[in-house]
């Protein structure tokens, strides 16, 4: 055999040897490839990134407007408004402070309590068509209150205190003149167009925490 024939034969076997590791190293892949994918699909391992997920949060909740205060209607007299003040916070006595705050200004305080689940705000004020004017005569005496339309007949109002009550906007800073009219707040809803809601049963006070409060006696106009 010629020195040219040998060379040819040792690149041939060269070339054929770099295709056997080549194609070896493929199947080697494939291979693990597969078992990987057998794994995952049978739930013996698990992706981070699949455990994570691909979604994003789904975004939170948007609340429902407030419905509007009745077209021209005035703050009412304090001791107009009858209002049961109620503690869904874990906080003791919470209720029974705001409710001889609440005294102190004319209010009628029908009485206070525990109720559950927790309000995740300040304060949910509830009430029936007929107490509108009442419900934002005692809104004024708070920031960041959620307004609540209920099924209720008689005008009167609930305050249930929520995980983020600080307490009451000082009373010389209540903003609320006898002669102009309620503020609709932007963005709510008329009264006969309001989402009516069904009212929260009230749990029972627990080891004197929210008790009963005195009603208020003396007629007390809104403050300026």
């Given at each position: 055999?010629?020195?040219?024939?040998?060379?040819?034969?040792?690149?041939?076997?060269?070339m054929?040897e770099?295709?056997?590791?080549?194609?070896?190293?493929l199947?080697?892949?494939?291979?693990?490839?597969?078992l990987?994918a057998?794994?995952?699909y049978?739930?013996s391992v698990s992706?981070?990134?699949?455990?994570?997920g691909f979604?994003?949060?789904?975004?939170?909740?948007?609340p429902?407007?407030?419905?509007?205060?009745p077209?021209?209607?005035?703050?009412?007299?304090?001791?107009?408004?009858?209002?049961?003040?109620?503690?869904?916070t874990?906080?003791?006595?919470?209720?029974?402070?705001?409710?001889?705050?609440?005294?102190?200004?004319?209010f009628?305080?029908?009485?206070?309590?525990?109720?559950?689940p927790?309000?995740?705000?300040?304060a949910?004020?509830?009430?029936?068509?007929?107490?509108?004017?009442a419900a934002?005569?005692?809104?004024a005496?708070?920031?960041?209150?959620?307004?609540?339309?209920?099924?209720?007949e008689?005008?009167?109002?609930?305050?249930t205190?929520?995980?983020?009550?600080?307490?009451?906007?000082?009373?010389?800073?209540?903003?609320?003149?006898?002669?102009?009219?309620?503020?609709?707040?932007?963005?709510?809803?008329?009264?006969?167009?309001?989402?009516?809601?069904?009212?929260?049963?009230?749990?029972?006070?627990?080891?004197?925490a929210?008790e009963?409060?005195?009603?208020?006696?003396?007629e007390?106009?809104?403050?300026?």
């Amino acid at each position: 055999m010629s020195d040219l024939d040998r060379a040819r034969a040792l690149r041939r076997r060269h070339m054929h040897e770099r295709q056997a590791v080549i194609f070896g190293v493929l199947l080697a892949g494939l291979a693990v490839a597969g078992l990987g994918a057998t794994a995952v699909y049978t739930g013996s391992v698990s992706l981070p990134f699949v455990a994570r997920g691909f979604s994003t949060a789904p975004p939170p909740p948007v609340p429902d407007p407030d419905p509007c205060p009745p077209a021209g209607a005035l703050p009412l007299a304090y001791n107009q408004v009858t209002v049961t003040v109620l503690n869904s916070t874990s906080r003791v006595g919470l209720a029974g402070g705001a409710a001889a705050e609440l005294t102190q200004r004319g209010f009628v305080v029908a009485g206070s309590g525990n109720t559950q689940p927790a309000f995740e705000g300040v304060a949910r004020i509830s009430f029936g068509v007929a107490g509108a004017a009442a419900a934002y005569t005692l809104a004024a005496q708070l920031e960041g209150e959620d307004l609540h339309l209920v099924a209720r007949e008689d005008p009167s109002v609930d305050m249930t205190l929520g995980t983020q009550f600080a307490e009451l906007t000082p009373a010389d800073q209540v903003v609320l003149d006898p002669s102009v009219p309620l503020v609709a707040p932007e963005g709510c809803v008329p009264l006969d167009q309001a989402a009516v809601e069904t009212p929260e049963p009230e749990t029972p006070a627990a080891d004197g925490a929210g008790e009963e409060a005195p009603a208020g006696t003396e007629e007390q106009a809104p403050q300026g």
